[in-house]
């Protein structure tokens, strides 16, 4: 019966003819999706903004003492600091987790599309 179904092209019976029926786009996609709010929290938890705070001497300590000094002693709210801290010590909710998911899998399509391309130059 598999054998069958193998030679009717229903069941893959190669692990290369496998991989070759995978919609390589939309498994792209979808890891970018899955990836794109972590790998967001994760940059901004590297930059300083961290879940008690910022961190002191890091860039982010930086960015608010510079936001601070422009606005003439304290950071304003809705800045890009205050947005910032409050990304980094609570997380990005529930409208922000879709706009990374998004910008994620922009991004690993804007990667895939790239190497598809070289790769059909080699």
């Known amino acids: 019966m598999s054998n069958r179904l193998a030679q009717k092209k229903m069941i893959p019976s190669t692990l290369s003819a496998a991989y070759a029926m995978v919609p390589k786009k939309a498994v792209t996609l ?12 994760a940059g901004i938890h590297a930059y300083g903004f961290g879940t008690m705070g910022i961190i002191g001497s ?29 990304v980094g010590a609570a ?7 879709g706009v990374a998911a998004a910008a994620g899998a922009v991004t690993a399509y804007g990667i895939y599309a790239l190497g598809s391309y070289i790769y059909s130059k080699l």
């Not at 979808?30 to 967001?40: E, L």
């Not at 890091?58 to 409050?86: E, H």
């Not at 997380?91 to 987790?97: D, E, P, W």
């Open 91 to 97: 997380g990005l909710g529930f409208t922000g987790v």
């Open 30 to 41: 979808m890891t970018g999706a899955v990836s794109g709010p972590s790998a967001f929290l």
């Open 58 to 86: 890091s860039k982010a300590a930086a960015m608010m003492s510079a936001s601070a000094i422009a606005s003439g002693g304290g950071v304003s709210a809705g800045s890009m600091v205050a947005v910032l801290q409050s």
